[in-house]
């Protein structure tokens, strides 16, 4: 039983960060109706980032509070990412809108091979690992919880909290929400539809930017392939949960945090990623449409 | 009450010197933390900031200048252009023939010539540094003198584009073996067949063959997102099938490779239909996730069943193909063929034999391709990628037309899997990241979707450009020793991909002709047709 709630938890933290990242694309997808296939590249950038003001942080002070230092890394990371996805929604996105639906596909998957190669070309192709920032754990009925986790599990739900607000409660929200169902009618409402795209995409890499520093402090390494298998899973988790619903890129990323760290608890490391991929075929073929998703309505 | 208008008229260069400082505070702000500071790891093995300002400068004034010509300049160029194009309805060549002018053409080619049989001895006097721009010069007059050919009979070749590209490719390796031939020749060195065909490797193999995989590859996954529409994300998976049934079972039971050739495309279309059940209910980008998802189990199994697959170890000493038994091409066979022939040893006659093989498999799977167009089952296929409601209330079964798609498109990736895996000898999962498949997506959707010669033509730029830079040593000449091209290959192939994209939406070839049509062909604009929905 300790077991089993001990993976609970390492299952929540992971969950945490791809329903972090997994919002950003749920959002992406929700406006405009494409897969920004970057996203996980967005993430690496963060992670970078976060890191570069780590590196920075240390060597300008002599020693600065661990809570300061993550706060700094974390705005600076959220500030200087989205202005990574404002540019690329601009040059990238921006000119295709309104052309066949492959082709902002295609600029985002070039998008992303090119963000994961400047980093490799610019910082080198090596790991970059960084001492422990957060080392407590605390022993509670024969579970640890690493302060790292409570840390993680917290900044999430402080985000989500906020974002929720901003979404459902704010008129930037309603913009939203407004171009999400007809974009045209939103902009002849006097809604500044490519504004509230950018905004869109700026939330969503800030998010990304948190989901990075934080598992640069959790992993205490990144390298610039670090994009790929987190953003795919994030991927994987906005599909699950049904692209296009928040809620659902939250619960989805928390059902493929779960996935992962049971099966590698229970049965093989090797083949948790297979798990994962799995199971989301499965629910597919009998949830076409993901867990929260509307089913697509076909008009004739 | 008076309306006052804040806006002034600005002209071009007022407006792009805006633009260009707009561009320099956001490269500043980009590149800030990526070139500016950079992480390396000192001699305690800790990280630590190098900063290189010098560089963020360059980089920023670079950008603020490209920016600054490309809206002062470049933009009412292509404007102007639109417009001359709308008045005289013709396509804009007027730069065209100011650019390819006679003179010109007759001057690059007497410099290609004279730089040819003199080149060596330029270099010889002048030095490997002076060198460099010798040889530069001598591409950029060959280059010059075939585009001012091509543009003097492109009316001639856009008639006959296909019999001439099917021609220049069947002549191309022996066209590389002359030449180099005639330069060896040119050079006096003393064994000249040897040293044409030892040089024409790098020919054959690099370019000819490695292009013309992807172009085969691209027409099977064309098949599937091209004519039946169907996102497929993981391609790559059946192209592994292919590779490792031809590895195990040609290594383990010693079959030869045209047993293995079907044999690897059965198993490639079995997992196509596999992976094409489970999907037939979804649409559009859930079925880009769940192709994608497939793609990634593949490439796990193949890394974690090591007992079967040697792990990402992978699988070495997969055997080399024979012509059919007649003669082969390992040296201590005893009708090895230089035995049979009685003629020099040289790797090259492999390669230039896997060169035709490719070209035969890549040629049949156009002639089929083609084929299934015109057969109820192609015509069923383009039906379901315009609208899969029309096409299922017209009774189709798009339950088989689907699974027909997948299997006949995993097939051909099947087939040049295990061309692969005999080309390299080695298979291990390395070659079948999603990057591959990402690589021949993109080549499918630059060239047009559907546009069997726009897919050869994105084969060959994006594919012979990105190998093209591995050949520019001479770049050295003007950055310095460290500088290695290879680095730069994939991040210049994403920005080529988001550049093509934005200058051709609709791909190389952006109108194709309808397969099926009443009394008339016309020529449909790509606009019209939907694709990839799913």
Known sequence: MQYFIQQLINGLTLGSIYGLIAIGYTMVYGIIGMINFAHGDIFMIGAFIALIVFLALTSLFYSVPVVIALLIMMI????????????????????????????????????????????????????????????????????????????????????????????????????????????????????????????????????????????????????????????????????????????????????????????????????????????????????????????????? | MSLQTSTQPTSPVQQALREALIAGVVSFGLFFFFIGLKTDQNIRNELV????????????????????????????????????????????????????RVPFFIGSLALAAVLIVFGSAIVAWTGPNIGAYVTLIRAFAIIYAVAAVMFYGRAFIGRNFASIGIVSLILYPILVVVIL????????????????????????????????????????????????????????????????????????????????????????????????????????????????????????????????????????????????????????????????FDIPQSGAYYKIFLYYLILALALLTAFVTIRLRRMPVGRAWEALREDEIACRSLGINTTSTKLTAFAIGAMFGGFAGSFFAARQGFVSPESFVFLESAIILAIVVLGGMGSLVGIAIAALVMVGGTEALREMEFLKSFFGQDFTPELYRMLLFGMAMVVVMLWKPRGFASSREPTAFLRERKAVSGSFTKEGHG
Request: net charge positive.
């Open chain 2, 181 to 340: 031939a005639l330069l060896a020749w040119s050079n006096g060195s003393a064994n000249i067949t040897s040293a044409a065909f030892q040089g024409s490797l790098k020919w054959v193999d690099n370019f000819g063959i490695q292009i013309l995989i992807y172009v085969m590859l691209a027409w099977g996954l064309n098949i599937v997102v091209g004519l039946a529409g169907l996102l497929d994300l993981g391609y790559v998976a059946f192209y592994a099938v292919g590779a490792y049934s031809y590895a195990l079972l040609g290594t383990h039971f010693g079959l030869s490779f045209w047993i293995l050739l079907p044999m690897a495309g059965i198993l490639a279309a079995f997992w196509g239909v596999m992976l094409g059940f489970p999907v037939l209910r979804l649409r559009g980008d859930y079925l880009a996730i769940v192709t994608l998802a497939f793609g990634e189990i593949i490439r796990l199994v193949l890394i974690n069943w090591r007992e079967v697959t040697n792990g990402s170890a992978g699988i070495s000493g997969v055997p080399k193909v024979s012509f059919f038994g007649w003669f082969t091409f390992n040296v201590s066979d005893p009708n090895y063929i230089s035995k049979v």
């Open chain 1, 76 to 300: 600076v990371a959220m500030l200087m990412t989205s202005l990574y996805n404002w540019t690329i929604e601009k040059v990238a996105y921006r000119p295709l809108r309104g052309s066949f639906r492959l082709a902002p596909l295609i600029t985002a998957i070039g998008m992303s091979i090119a963000l994961s190669n400047f980093v490799q070309v610019t910082q080198g192709p090596r790991n970059k690992p960084i001492p422990q920032m957060v080392s407590r754990v605390y022993e509670i009925g024969g579970i640890s919880i690493s302060l790292k986790q409570i840390i993680i599990v917290v900044v999430t739900a402080v985000l989500l909290t906020l974002f929720w607000y901003l979404v459902n409660k704010t008129s930037l929200g309603r913009a939203q929400r407004a171009c999400e169902q007809d974009r045209k009618m939103a902009a002849l409402l006097g809604i500044d539809v490519d504004r509230t795209i950018s905004i869109t995409f700026i939330m969503g890499a800030s998010l990304a930017a948190v989901a990075g520093t934080l598992f640069l402090m959790y992993y205490g390494v990144v390298s610039f392939s670090d994009g790929f298998v987190p953003g795919v899973k994030a991927f994987t988790a906005a599909v699950l949960g049904g692209i296009g619903s928040l809620p659902g890129a939250v619960l989805g990323g928390l059902l493929i945090g779960f996935i992962e760290s049971m099966w590698s608890a229970y049965f093989s490391i090797d083949y948790k990623d297979v798990a994962a991929f799995s199971i989301l075929a499965i629910v597919l073929i009998f949830l076409p449409s993901g867990i929260l998703g509307r089913p697509e309505v076909e008009k004739v």
């Open chain 2, 49 to 100: 900031l190098v900063t290189r300002w010098g560089l963020l400068t360059t980089v920023v004034v670079l950008t603020m200048i490209v920016r600054f010509l490309y809206v002062a300049y470049a933009v009412p160029f292509l404007a102007r252009q639109k417009i001359a194009d709308a008045v005289t309805g013709l396509l804009p060549d007027s730069t065209g023939t100011k650019f390819f």
